[in-house]
């Protein structure tokens, strides 16, 4: 058997380091990497989990507090690293996103996190850490975090969520479909997340790799016209063109932000109109981001999408047999 910090193995070609799958019984560790967690709605979020008998471990500085940000840098990259290294915690949960966790970079071991086999689920500032695992080519999971299940979901969006952890990637019934931009059939590997920090990783160690991938973004609380700016970024970064395909779930809150001082474009029609310049196929309105329905999405796994049909399929195992 491998040590744990036995590294030496990673980095193969054509290698993918796939997580194990979680059961009831099984601990998810629980850590804050970005901003601060109330301790009621961290409590309310798990108890959702405690109900289907998982069990959770909440590591020292989960709750802890300093401006925006949930406690120091070192202090939450430490519970971070620990998560992945103690042999009770079989998963790692992040509490919530919203902004910190690229100050972490410097104190993280992600050689040392992929050798785990755990799974990192959340979303939103958590791409920049799902950035850096696919890096390693290792599958990490774009899911639904404490906060998020502290409120009502639609069933499926917590069907979704419990078959995903527990290795089953096939959407259930009642989740809506996305709608073509440019109609076609792509296959790739699933990266992506919150656009903003997709194009923040640009020009660092961890930067996006769209080629021949299937790329998946989404975002929140952002003006139309810094949608634009983004999208075209990824366009004169050749980014988007670099994929095989693309998949825009919900620009969250965005047509609420318009300056109309600048124009009041709507974020679908901004959308429509960049990615069709790209001409890969490409669909908008996919069921995820920050919003109240969304499938809980393995990164790193081989899967086809249908534009036309509005469908992401995967076609290979998220977790490891």
């Given at each position: 058997?491998?040590?744990?910090?036995?590294?030496?193995?990673?980095?193969?070609?054509?290698?993918?380091?796939?997580?194990?799958?979680l059961k009831p019984g099984d601990t998810l560790g629980i850590v804050s990497p970005s901003s601060p967690i109330k301790p009621d709605l961290l409590?309310?979020?798990l108890a959702l989990l405690h109900s289907r008998e998982f069990k959770t471990k909440v590591f020292p500085h989960a709750?802890?507090?300093?401006?925006?940000?949930?406690?120091?840098?070192?202090?939450?990259?430490?519970?971070?690293?620990?998560?992945?290294?103690?042999?009770?915690?079989?998963?790692?949960?992040?509490?919530?996103?919203?902004?910190g966790c690229a100050r972490l970079l410097p104190?993280?071991?992600?050689?040392?996190m992929a050798a785990s086999r755990k799974m990192?689920?959340?979303?939103?500032?958590?791409?920049?850490?799902?950035?850096?695992?696919?890096?390693?080519?290792?599958?990490?999971?774009?899911?639904?975090?404490?906060?998020?299940?502290?409120y009502d979901r639609e069933p499926w969006v917590i069907e979704s969520f419990f078959r995903v952890i527990q290795g089953d990637g096939v959407v259930p019934e009642g989740a809506t479909e996305g709608e073509a931009i440019v109609p076609g059939?792509?296959?790739?590997?699933?990266?992506?997340?919150?656009?903003?920090?997709?194009?923040?990783?640009?020009?660092?160690?961890?930067?996006?790799?769209?080629?021949?991938?299937i790329l998946i973004i989404e975002d929140v609380d952002?003006?139309?016209?810094?949608?634009d700016a983004m999208l075209t970024h990824l366009l004169n970064c050749g980014k988007l063109q670099e994929a095989a395909g693309i998949v825009i779930g919900e620009m969250t809150r965005t047509d609420d932000k318009c300056d109309e001082s600048i124009g009041d474009q709507p974020w679908r029609e901004i959308v429509r109109?960049?990615?069709?310049?790209?001409?890969?196929?490409?669909?908008?309105?996919?069921?995820?981001?920050?919003?109240?329905?969304?499938?809980?999405?393995?990164?790193?796994?081989?899967?086809?999408?249908?534009?036309?049909?509005g469908t992401v399929e995967l076609l290979e195992p998220i977790c490891a047999p």
């Open positions: 058997m491998k040590s744990p910090t036995d590294t030496s193995w990673l980095h193969q070609p054509n290698v993918t380091i796939r997580p194990r799958a409590e309310k979020g709750l802890d507090h300093t401006h925006m940000l949930a406690g120091l840098d070192k202090d939450r990259a430490a519970d971070l690293m620990e998560a992945f290294q103690d042999p009770e915690v079989d998963a790692v949960y992040c509490s919530r996103g919203g902004y104190y993280l071991d992600f050689d040392l990192l689920i959340g979303f939103s500032d958590i791409t920049t850490l799902h950035l850096a695992l696919q890096k390693r080519d290792t599958v990490s999971i774009h899911a639904p975090m404490a906060l998020t299940l502290a059939v792509a296959e790739g590997t699933l990266i992506g997340g919150c656009m903003c920090l997709l194009c923040d990783s640009i020009g660092a160690p961890n930067e996006l790799d769209t080629k021949d991938r952002e003006s139309p016209h810094r949608v109109e960049r990615l069709l310049k790209v001409g890969v196929p490409s669909m908008l309105n996919y069921p995820f981001g920050h919003m109240s329905t969304m499938l809980t999405i393995p990164l790193g796994v081989r899967a086809r999408m249908d534009a036309s049909l």
